[in-house]
């Protein structure tokens, strides 16, 4: 089956390939995996804890062009975006945008999972250093 | 039965009847009980076709030796001189019995088998379980457990390394007998899952006679996340193999 020009070009040309300090406060790090194909994705987001704007974002994936080209598409679409838009980030457009066949969908589902579990971490890493403040919300 | 004789009477699964097309007694799975001619393959599904009950803690030399009765007396060359459509039946039910065979002869296979048959549809499943996500807010349980996935993205690190590494024609006993320690502990896991999918065979055998639908639901996400890790494991096993050939 052919790849979409879109998914050669990311695949050929990651965005934002790399990783970030796990252990870092305003680092969230989501670690997926496809059980289908044995894929693995792990993405990873900086968080201004003031604008709660997603200032980086990095990712590596061992996968099919698929998840490759879906995960480097992710993470240039959360940067620059709050929390909150980024979770409205749906697996639904990252097919439309990479033009991905039915057989690949579960790629962009595993790229939008990377993106929650990479936002629920960070989350749960805020609520467990400011636990006060939390409380004053 | 009509148009038997034609040559585009061949049967369709579904057209198959309770009764026999020749004699008209009601008939058996492959042949009429009554006059003994073949049958035309009823739909129904593997465990059916054997008379088994749908359980999977299967006595393979029961399956075998069933298999093979009953390819002797479907075959093909049996049907030589009979009538059109009883050569195009035989032909039919041989196919049905090899694919039959072969797919409740493997543990594997069997399970996957039976769980489609029960409805239980893997991509699906994910799909659904992101689509709850999104709705709640809440993180998605993932198939595979967290301190796997860790396993398998640091394995993949150094399987990464290492073909970088075969590239410029070096050479790193340290990292070939890291990944070499890796692959043993998948193994290990590997062969554990098995086992552990055995013990849900026995569960499910013992549900399917006295058990409630829900413990029955339960039973089948257990069998489906162990074959999803299995999956996951073997093809990982795989890539390490060729990294390291």
Redesign the interface.
């Known amino acids: 089956m052919a790849y979409s020009d879109k998914v050669i070009d990311h695949y050929n040309n990651p965005r934002n390939v790399g990783s970030m300090d796990k252990a870092s406060s305003d680092v969230g790090t989501g670690?997926?995996?496809?059980?289908?194909?044995?894929d693995?994705m792990?993405l990873q987001i900086k968080v201004n804890p003031e604008t709660n704007v997603i200032e980086d974002a990095k990712f590596?994936t061992?996968g099919c062009g698929s998840a490759i080209a879906s995960s480097s598409l992710a993470t240039e679409w959360v940067k620059g975006k709050t929390i909150d838009e980024a979770?409205s980030i749906?697996?639904t457009e990252i097919v439309k945008e990479l033009a991905l066949p039915p057989v690949k969908?579960?790629c962009s589902?595993l790229a939008?999972?990377a993106i929650?579990?990479a936002i629920?971490d960070w989350k749960k890493k805020q609520e467990a250093t400011r636990p006060a403040e939390m409380q004053i919300q | 039965m009509a148009n038997a004789d034609s040559k585009s009477s061949l049967i369709v699964p579904g057209e198959a009847t309770e009764r026999c097309w020749s004699c008209g007694t009601m008939r058996a799975q492959h042949f009429c009980n009554s006059c003994g001619k073949v049958q035309p393959a009823a739909p129904v599904d593997y465990f059916m076709f054997f008379g088994f009950p749908r359980k999977l803690d299967l006595d393979t030399a029961v399956l075998e030796k069933e298999f093979y009765a009953l390819s002797r007396r479907l075959h093909p060359d049996v049907f030589a001189q009979a009538e059109s459509v009883e050569r195009a039946w035989s032909l039919e039910q041989s196919s049905m019995l090899n694919d039959a065979y072969r797919t409740l002869k493997d543990p594997i296979k069997r399970t996957e088998y039976l769980l489609r048959l029960e409805g239980v549809e893997l991509e699906e499943q994910s799909k659904q379980a992101t689509e709850k996500a999104r709705a709640t807010g809440e993180l998605k349980k993932q198939v595979v457990p967290p301190d796997l996935l860790e396993e398998v993205f640091e394995l993949n690190m150094h399987l990464e390394e290492l073909r970088g590494q075969k590239e410029l024609g070096e050479d790193d006993p340290a990292l070939l007998e890291e990944i070499g320690k890796a692959k043993l502990s998948l193994e290990e896991k590997f062969d554990a899952l098995f086992n552990e999918l055995k013990a849900e065979w026995k569960k499910w055998d013992a549900a399917v006679d006295s058990g409630t639908e829900e413990q029955l639901a339960q039973i089948r996400d257990q069998m489906l996340d162990v074959l999803n890790r299995r999956n996951y494991i073997r093809n990982l096993v795989r890539d390490v193999n060729e990294a390291l050939e």
């Open positions: 670690l997926v995996g496809a059980p289908e194909c044995g693995v792990k590596k061992f979770l749906k697996n969908i579960h589902v939008e999972d929650r579990a629920g």
